[in-house]
Every structure is written in C-alpha cells, then in structure tokens.
C-alpha cells in the first residue's frame, strides 16, 4: 500500500475493511485534538439515527455517503455530483480522523479538498462551526 503524504491529507491507497478498493486520508483535527471526541460528536448530533447513516458502537466508526461534486462549466455544462461512501474512524490518542473512502481508486485534490470541508462542517471541527452551535 503506498502513501502519500501532502500539506493536510496523508493517502493510502488499497483494500479497504468493507471490500472493494479505496482510499483512506487524514484529517488533522487542529486546534480540537486535544478535546475531541467522534462518538459524542456523532451521537450528540444524532447523525447515526438517520439512514442511510450508521455508527458501529464496537468499532466506534461512523458511515455515510457523501458527495462529490463535478464541475463541467468548462464544456458549457452545469455542474453534477455523485456520491461515495466515507468511513470516519478517530484512532485513540491521535491528532487527526481517518476517512475511508470505498470503492474510489484515488481522488482529485479537490474531491479531496470537498470531502474534507463536508466532515470539518459536519463534526463541526472549525471553530465557525462550533459558534453556530
């Protein structure tokens, strides 16, 4: 498995635990790694009460589809989106969330970028998020 490591994403590429190819990636979770936690943060939300959501309370990992947008403006097109199922997992003790990305051989930076931005909002992991609240 081969990775590669840029600015905010590390990328490994191979056999995912679900099956199938996939890509996994880091989510540094900043200024909130020191009080972080993803299963108060799923379940406070109520994000793995909804379908097609689901929290595994043994491996404490949360999944959901989530898009990725395409943008064909270029050839005159309106924009499109398609939807990949993402695997959240927090590793004890580490300073960044792990996302698994199912049946993807690899992703463009901005699919990567796109993906992030949805989980950071999602977990409210930005401190603009976490005022919303």
Same mark, same amino acid.
């Given at each position: 498995?081969?990775?590669?490591?840029?600015?905010? !994403?590390?990328?490994?590429?191979?056999?995912?635990?679900?099956?199938?190819?996939? !890509? *996994?990636? /880091? %989510?540094? %979770?900043?200024? #909130?790694?020191?009080?972080?936690? %993803?299963? /108060?943060? !799923?379940?406070? =939300?109520?994000?793995?009460?909804?379908?097609?959501? @689901?929290?595994?309370?043994?491996? /404490?990992?949360?999944?959901?589809?989530?898009?990725?947008? @395409?943008?064909?403006? =270029?050839?005159?097109?309106?924009?499109?989106?398609?939807? !990949?199922?993402?695997?959240?997992? @927090?590793?004890?003790? #580490?300073? =960044? %969330?792990?996302?698994?990305?199912?049946?993807?051989?690899?992703?463009?930076?901005? =699919?990567?970028?796109?993906?992030?931005?949805?989980?950071?909002?999602?977990?409210?992991?930005? *401190? #603009? *998020?976490?005022? /919303?609240?």
């Amino acid at each position: 498995m081969e990775t590669v490591e840029s600015q905010d !994403v590390v990328n490994s590429s191979g056999p995912c635990v679900a099956g199938g190819q996939g !890509v *996994e990636y /880091k %989510l540094p %979770l900043g200024g #909130a790694s020191a009080t972080f936690n %993803l299963e /108060k943060a !799923v379940c406070s =939300h109520g994000f793995f009460m909804t379908a097609p959501n @689901h929290w595994d309370p043994l491996s /404490k990992t949360f999944q959901r589809p989530l898009r990725l947008f @395409h943008s064909r403006e =270029h050839e005159g097109l309106s924009s499109s989106s398609s939807s !990949v199922t993402v695997q959240v997992s @927090h590793p004890p003790q #580490a300073s =960044h %969330l792990i996302l698994r990305v199912f049946d993807s051989v690899d992703l463009s930076p901005a =699919h990567q970028q796109s993906l992030m931005e949805q989980v950071r909002r999602m977990l409210r992991l930005s *401190e #603009a *998020e976490r005022r /919303k609240v």
